[in-house]
Nanobody
Framework: QVQVVESGGGLVQAGGSLRLSCAAS????????MGWYRQAPGKERELVTY???????NSANSVKGRFTISRDNAKKTVYLQMNNLKPEDTAVYYC??????????????WGQGTQVTVSS
């Protein structure tokens, strides 16, 4: 059994900051990429940012310079530091992790989602 559990999120004023965390647990051989998607009301889910096991990252243009993803491999945890938040960042944020559960078998696991609301 593998679980991916998020924490953080909430309500913040525009220009404020929030930090999300996401921890994977269970029968895990290794983790490749971990990252975050978000889905705003009436919109499709979009990729926000991800980080590979070697620490390399990629982010959507809309969050570059404001959001920072980091990772603690020993804790199997990924963090999303969100600064200078804007009302358009309001969405449910979903963490994912691509996990090797048995030799050469990889599955993608998702967190339950956490609401981020930015007021103007």
């Amino acid at each position: 059994q593998v679980q991916v559990v998020e924490s953080g999120g909430g309500l913040v004023q525009a220009g404020g900051s929030l930090r999300l965390s996401c921890a994977a647990s269970g029968s895990i051989r290794s983790i490749n990429d971990m990252g975050w998607y978000r889905q705003a009301p009436g919109k499709e889910r979009e990729l926000v940012t991800y980080i590979l096991s070697d620490g390399s990252t990629n982010s959507a243009n809309s969050v570059k310079g404001r959001f920072t993803i980091s990772r603690d491999n020993a804790k199997k945890t990924v963090y999303l530091q969100m600064n200078n938040l804007k009302p358009e960042d309001t969405a449910v944020y979903y963490c994912y992790a691509r996990i090797e559960v048995t030799s050469s078998r990889w599955n993608t696991y998702w967190g339950q989602g956490t609401q981020v609301t930015v007021s103007s």
